[in-house]
């Protein structure tokens, strides 16, 4: 049968200043796509995977297990994520991860967690880092996805992609690499748009009332879009 476990682990290794004050613990979670022989079994599995797991990162991210909620799941949930699969779905065991969510957890609500969690770090300590209980799988490389923004008061649009979005909801404060951010500025064409045409679209000079609408490669209006009407670069 095909389960997904949501799961939280109190880490073993913390990341959190606050943490060494004794204010909160430093947690961790994540769902995991199984398939198992029963409720209990899918239970067994993820808390044995999420012992001493590694991230997507190479980070270790094992720790005391505190919460589980486990739920029987259709096959169907899982149609589109098969390139995220890292084993066949038919097979008993993890099949797939979803990333995983930092936070942290008031220390009084962790209390029957402690003892556990200090002969783990003790551990740590004095051996190291034991060998991995489950390894995150990297995500697959994609391609940028095209998309075009369409001004609902002038019907005028400009053709963008992730990268350009991405970009412009992230701002100029964010870290990146002079690669990375000399190729999101060769791109950035949605944030003028959007200065133009939302909430007061310059061009018709009124109100965008529907806003900007996105629209995907595979949605009938992308070729419906007049070429006339294509905003370059250079008109912003």
Same mark, same amino acid.
């Given at each position: 049968?095909?389960?997904r476990?949501?799961i939280? /682990?109190l =880490?073993?290794?913390?990341?959190c200043?606050?943490?060494?004050?004794?204010v909160v613990?430093?947690?961790? $979670?994540?769902?995991?796509?199984?398939?198992?022989?029963?409720?209990a079994?899918?239970?067994?599995?993820?808390?044995a995977?999420?012992?001493?797991?590694m991230? !997507? &990162? #190479?980070r270790?991210?094992?720790?005391? /297990?505190?919460?589980?909620?486990?739920?029987?799941?259709?096959?169907?949930?899982?149609?589109?994520?098969e390139?995220? +699969?890292?084993?066949?779905?038919e097979?008993?065991?993890?099949?797939?991860?979803?990333g995983?969510?930092?936070?942290?957890?008031?220390?009084? =609500?962790?209390i $029957?967690?402690?003892?556990? =969690?200090?002969k783990?770090?003790?551990?740590?300590?004095?051996?190291?880092?034991?060998?991995?209980? +489950?390894?995150?799988?990297k995500?697959p490389? $994609?391609?940028?996805?095209?998309?075009r923004?369409?001004?609902s008061?002038c019907?005028?649009?400009?053709? /963008?992609?992730?990268? #350009?979005?991405?970009y412009m909801?992230?701002?100029?404060?964010?870290? +990146?690499? &002079?690669e990375? !951010?000399? $190729?999101?500025?060769?791109?950035? /064409?949605?944030?003028?748009?959007?200065?133009?045409h +939302?909430?007061?679209?310059?061009?018709?000079?009124?109100?965008?009332?529907?806003g900007?609408?996105?629209i995907?490669?595979?949605?009938?209006?992308?070729?419906?879009?007049?070429?006339?009407?294509e905003?370059?670069?250079?008109?912003f």
């Open positions: 049968m095909i389960y476990v949501h939280v /682990v =880490l073993a290794v913390p990341d200043a606050l943490e060494s004050a004794g613990m430093d947690k961790v $979670e994540y769902t995991l796509g199984i398939n198992a022989l029963d409720h079994d899918a239970v067994n599995i993820a808390v995977s999420a012992s001493n797991a991230d !997507r &990162d #190479g270790f991210i094992g720790g005391v /297990v505190i919460e589980t909620h486990c739920r029987c799941a259709n096959r169907e949930e899982y149609n589109g994520y390139k995220y +699969f890292h084993s066949p779905i097979e008993h065991g993890v099949f797939y991860v979803s995983t969510t930092w936070s942290t957890v008031a220390k009084e =609500l962790t $029957e967690a402690h003892i556990e =969690l200090k783990i770090r003790e551990n740590i300590k004095k051996f190291g880092l034991p060998s991995p209980s +489950f390894v995150h799988p995500l490389q $994609e391609p940028p996805v095209k998309i923004l369409l001004c008061a019907g005028h649009w400009v053709e /963008v992609n992730s990268l #350009g979005l991405i909801f992230m701002g100029r404060h964010v870290t +990146f690499t &002079d990375e !951010r000399e $190729e999101l500025k060769a791109h950035d /064409v949605a944030g003028p748009f959007m200065r133009r +939302f909430p007061h679209c310059e061009r018709a000079n009124k109100p965008c009332s529907d900007i609408a996105g995907h490669e595979d949605d009938e209006q992308w070729n419906k879009l007049h070429e006339a009407d905003e370059e670069l250079g008109d």
